[in-house]
């Protein structure tokens, strides 16, 4: 079946340190993958995404991720961690012939410490 | 225009009620969702729109209606809803299902349901 993971559900940080949040995803097709932010009492906003263009993504806010095949992998990171980082973050991914439908992993939630 | 408005931010109604969420963007999307996210969960889609037409329904009951009148436009209707559908809605808008599109959400109705 195809899925999407987020190891560990809760991730905290010291301010200026990097910042690592994992996703495998589980697929017979290529997929697209999405990484989403959710601030408190708001909507997602898309950090970055891999369109098989190139397996490194630059995103905002200092945001990167890498795509490995080999690894079914599409860690976030960021070299330096701010306060302002601190939200919920989801990975996503589409495939196939499910245009639209956008399958989330459970989220981890980033806690900066200062 | 970059983004998606919803209304109201937040409803109460019991549950012998009827009520609408409404959704908006000008940013000429011809796709656009429905979400529903439980606190601390990733959003579950409901209803995806292409031009105007329903192309996906996630097995939705009946107590919830989807309705598209315009391309800038989508409602959700809601009657007889149970306490358990409290939740965070959330709409979204893409350029098009393609798969590698992104989709632009917006803040969110906090709905309870009493």
């Known amino acids: 079946a195809q899925s999407v993971t987020q190891l560990g559900s809760h991730v905290s940080v010291s301010e200026g340190a990097l910042v690592l949040l994992r996703c495998n995803y589980s697929?017979?097709?290529?997929?697209?993958l999405f990484w989403y932010v959710q601030y408190p009492n708001q909507g997602l906003q898309l950090l970055l995404k891999y369109t098989s263009a190139a397996t490194l993504v630059k995103g905002i806010n200092g945001f990167e991720a890498e795509f490995k095949k080999s690894e079914t992998s599409f860690h976030l990171t960021k070299p330096s961690a701010h306060m302002s980082d601190a939200a919920e973050y989801f990975c996503a991914f589409c495939f196939g012939n499910q245009g639209g439908k956008l399958i989330f992993g459970q989220g981890t939630e980033l806690s900066v410490k200062p | 225009d970059t983004e998606v408005t919803q209304t109201p931010k937040h409803l109460v109604m019991g549950m012998t009620n009827k009520k609408s969420l409404k959704c908006e963007q000008h940013m000429g999307h011809r796709a656009m969702y429905w979400y529903k996210q439980k606190a601390k969960k990733p959003p579950e889609l409901m209803f995806v729109y292409s031009y105007e037409k329903l192309s996906i329904n996630e097995s939705v009951p009946s107590r919830f209606s989807p309705e598209c009148p315009n391309s800038s436009l989508l409602n959700l209707h809601l009657h007889a809803l149970q306490p358990e559908d409290s939740a965070l809605y959330l709409c979204?808008?893409?350029?098009?299902?393609?798969?590698?599109?992104?989709?632009?959400f917006g803040p969110g109705t906090r709905l309870l349901v009493l």
């Open positions: 979204a808008s893409s350029p098009s299902r393609r798969l590698q599109e992104t989709q632009y």
């Open positions: 697929s017979s097709v290529p997929p697209y």
